[in-house]
Nanobody, 125 residues
């Protein structure tokens, strides 16, 4: 099983990025998939999760700005990030759960079974 996260970069405040999490070796639509982030000196936190039925869930800090989606044909989960703020700067990771539903969306993701390698998002002017 491999998760490949990509799409990070440097963007100005108010800008947008779309992260991708492409999977091989497992079918994402059967499992909950979450996005997590870790800023320097801070604990990893969850920002969003999509359940097997396609419902998206968000932490309070990104609600209304981020949108999670999944393309079943491409076996890829996306995180569209709009109105980015400097506090969104972090390494972003995707991870799958063994369960089909999302739980503890804003938690640190301990117990998730598969993790991508992370992609850096930097929001700065």
């Amino acid at each position: 099983v491999q998760l490949q996260a990509s799409g990070g970069g440097l963007v100005q405040p108010g800008g947008s990025l779309r992260l991708s999490c492409a999977a091989s070796g497992l079918t994402l639509r059967y499992y909950a998939t979450g996005w997590f982030r870790q800023a320097p000196g801070k604990e990893r936190e969850g920002v969003s999760c999509i359940s097997s039925d396609g419902n998206g869930y968000y932490s309070e800090s990104v609600q209304g700005r981020f949108t999670i989606s999944r393309d079943n044909d491409k076996n890829t989960v996306y995180l569209q990030m709009n109105d980015l703020k400097p506090e969104d700067t972090a390494v972003y990771f995707c991870a799958t759960d063994i369960l089909p539903f999302c739980s503890d969306v804003s938690g640190n993701g301990d117990g998730r079974n598969h993790w991508g390698q992370g992609t850096q998002v930097t929001v700065s002017s």
